[in-house]
């Protein structure tokens, strides 16, 4: 059996190249990143900052898509990493990406615009803030598939 610090070497080699290539393409900043399993990795995830308004799902759909790919393409292309996989090839439903924007000290664009971006469990959802709550209200939600395929459809 490996020691576990190789297991996390391995980890951390493909959240920060996810990290590297996201900051430089996108403008994403992480802020948070972590995973699951037991034996064998389950889950990996990343959460960032964007620091720019977010005023069309189609943007924010930009950002997800981007970061989802960059993603489980480091984890494929990560040979070492596989035997520590719960599943190989890695499923997307394995990975967690969190965008939250706001400005650089903290505070929320205008209340119409998005707040937060996820994927999670396959499932792409776009949030914005509700003050009234204190908290966030999701206005759209949509498959990787459903976003991959319009996502194509404007960048084609």
Same mark, same amino acid.
């Given at each position: 059996?490996?020691?576990?610090?190789?297991?996390?070497?391995?980890?951390?080699?493909?959240?920060?190249?996810?990290?590297?290539?996201?900051?430089?393409?996108?403008?994403?900043?992480?802020?948070?990143?972590?995973?699951?399993?037991?034996?064998?990795?389950?889950?990996?995830?990343?959460?960032?900052?964007?620091?720019?308004?977010?005023?069309?799902?189609?943007?924010?759909? @930009?950002?997800?898509?981007?970061?989802?790919?960059?993603? *489980?393409? !480091?984890?494929?292309? &990560?040979?070492? /990493?596989? #035997?520590?996989?719960?599943?190989?090839?890695?499923?997307?439903?394995?990975?967690?990406?969190?965008?939250?924007?706001?400005?650089?000290?903290?505070?929320?664009?205008?209340?119409?615009?998005?707040?937060?971006?996820?994927?999670?469990?396959?499932?792409?959802?776009?949030?914005? @803030?509700?003050?009234?709550?204190?908290?966030?209200?999701? *206005?759209? !939600?949509?498959?990787? &598939?459903?976003? /991959?395929? #319009?996502?194509?459809?404007?960048?084609?």
């Amino acid at each position: 059996e490996e020691p576990q610090y190789i297991i996390a070497a391995l980890e951390f080699l493909v959240l920060t190249n996810t990290i590297r290539w996201l900051k430089a393409d996108k403008e994403l900043y992480a802020c948070g990143w972590g995973g699951r399993g037991k034996d064998k990795i389950q889950m990996l995830a990343l959460s960032f900052f964007y620091h720019k308004p977010v005023k069309t799902i189609e943007h924010g759909r @930009d950002l997800l898509v981007s970061a989802i790919q960059r993603f *489980i393409g !480091e984890i494929h292309k &990560e040979t070492r /990493l596989h #035997k520590y996989l719960e599943k190989n090839p890695f499923p997307l439903e394995g990975i967690q990406i969190r965008i939250f924007i706001q400005d650089v000290y903290g505070a929320s664009f205008a209340p119409e615009e998005l707040s937060v971006l996820a994927f999670i469990d396959g499932v792409l959802t776009y949030e914005i @803030d509700n003050p009234q709550f204190r908290g966030f209200l999701k *206005i759209h !939600e949509e498959t990787y &598939e459903e976003a /991959l395929a #319009k996502w194509k459809a404007a960048h084609d």
